[in-house]
């Protein structure tokens, strides 16, 4: 059922089914990262996931914080690439501001999304916006939620919608971008017309969070263009 918070037990239910998203998605992100990377994102981040899972089910009694904290350590052990500093960074700093909490609400939500947006882009070379990186699908997020803090109108659900759909319209952006940061930026212009792994990963992550308050896994991205853009995707 739709909740107002995430408690320990949700939020160790949302990182297991991260793990099942990069799965079916591991194809298609691997495919982007064909384009203007080195070719195994998806590769990456079903492994990175596959080591959270076995982390965190060896946690006693834990909080939020903890959970968190051992989710971007775990990504920063086995991810390759960049994608693994940078998504261990924003889940390590984003559990900074959760510490000893049992669960979140809407206030929360912001502040770890902000905490973890600004570890991405302070070991990303101060990337913002435009440049086409996660930061992309990552800064309109965090936009949404914060924006919703002191409206009692929006729900902790209604934040939620509102920040993984500024995710999708921010990765969806990403297509006629020049890569101004990492690999990607070697190319040129060549990185126009191709969507950013990275962002794209960061909306399915979101989604993903969003799906299972809702009850569901996930989905899966079972048709896209040859730009990247996502055509048609199912639950999982």
Known sequence: MPTDEITVNLLLKIMNNSLEVMKANEKYLTHLDAEIGDADHG?????????????????????????????????LESVGGAAGPLYGMFYIKGSEPTRGKTEINKKDLAALLEAGLKGIQT???????GEKTMVDALDPAVKAVKESINNDGITFMMALEKATEAAKEGMKKTIPLIAKKGRASYLGERSIGHQDPGATSSYLLLQTMLDTLNGKIGLEV?????????????YI
């Open 123 to 129: 070991i990303g070379g101060g990337a913002v916006p």
């Open 43 to 75: 590769i990456n981040m079903v492994r990175g996931f596959s080591l959270v899972k076995n982390r965190l089910s060896s946690l006693t009694n834990p909080n939020i914080g903890t959970i968190l904290n051992t989710v971007g350590m775990s990504l």
């Open 222 to 234: 079972t048709k896209f263009g040859t730009d990247g853009s996502i055509i048609e995707e199912m």
